[in-house]
């Protein structure tokens, strides 16, 4: 190799990543092409994949693990539930969350589950619940590659997924009726989340939540001082999901004297709070993936 290609690699490199910074910029609304992009240039020497384990029979009710490379008894778990309106999104997806967390210490699952129009509310809840349950039971019987112990467990999810993990957080029935508890969780982390989204007008989303269950898909109808604490973080220029959803139910758990810690950043819409978990990449704002980790660092001691 001459002088001249050595020189050029490099450079090749950074116009690679600065390609891929613009193309989400550009087109950040496109979760999953974002994603794909982010996925390309994230290392996969951080963690061990455990792929596609069955929480539950059917096609959709899989589940990713990825494992740190040092683990013990009291190693963090993070159930992460994926966004994309309740009728569409994957796993697959992921595996730039899945990394960021593995990196920083933290074994982190990501499921899948059912979507519109296989189900409405609130089947796809029964599967964040029944999935988090199975990776209870993994993590304290010691299994997959996870040390057996006593692990600090958290629930978190974005956009549609928040929904998901604040509802399991909130009303006590889900985790309840899969075999778990609310007791058992050390968090609930909500990215971007729709808690308190009533009325609908959208004909699509009265399909999804039947007039008959609606109420019920609201977490903030469900806060009783019960839950565990949790970190709130949205983007202030968020026009997918309207910042006030947060802070609706930081003022709900803040007056049942729930601790809780509510951060909007500004310049940062509804995607930008999960690209900011990239690790290769400078998107969003980094202080929300550091934000994350620290909160769940803290709640585990």
Not at 62 to 71: A, F, G, N
Not at 110 to 120: D, W
Not at 248 to 276: D, N, Q, W
Request: aromatic share 8%.
């Amino acid at each position: 190799m001459d002088r001249q290609e050595r020189a050029f690699r490099p450079r090749q490199g950074w116009l690679r990543r600065l390609a891929l910074i613009a193309f989400c910029g550009v087109y950040g609304l496109a979760l999953s092409g974002c994603a794909a992009a982010l996925n390309a240039v994230t290392p996969s020497g951080d963690y061990r994949l455990v792929s596609n384990l069955a929480y539950a029979p059917g096609d959709r009710r899989v589940l990713d693990l990825y494992l740190p490379k040092t683990m013990t008894a009291k190693t963090p778990v993070v159930v992460f539930i994926h966004g994309g309106s309740w009728d569409s999104g994957s796993k697959d997806i992921y595996p730039f969350v899945g990394q960021s967390l593995a990196s920083a210490g933290i074994i982190t699952a990501i499921p899948n589950y059912r979507l519109y129009p296989e189900v409405r509310f609130p089947g796809f809840v029964k599967d964040g619940a029944k999935a988090f349950s199975v990776v209870e039971r993994l993590a304290r019987d010691g299994r997959e590659g996870i040390p057996a112990g006593r692990h600090p467990l958290f629930l978190m999810g974005h956009s549609a997924g928040a929904e998901i993990a604040g509802l399991l957080a909130t009303d006590k029935r889900y985790l309840a009726a899969a075999g778990s508890s609310i007791a058992h969780l050390s968090g609930f982390i909500g990215l971007s989340g729709p808690y308190d989204f009533l009325p609908l007008t959208d004909e699509r989303y009265k399909r999804i939540f039947p007039e008959a269950t609606r109420q019920a898909s609201q977490p903030v109808n469900f806060v009783d001082g019960d839950e565990p604490p949790a970190l709130l973080i949205t983007g202030a220029d968020d026009t997918t999901v309207d910042p006030k959803n947060t802070r609706a139910l930081a003022g709900r758990l803040k007056a049942a004297g729930v601790p809780v810690k509510e951060t909007i950043y500004p310049g940062i819409g509804h995607i930008g709070t999960i690209t900011s978990f990239s690790t290769v990449l400078p998107l969003g704002n980094r202080k929300i993936r550091e934000e994350v980790i620290g909160f769940v660092r803290d709640r585990s001691r």
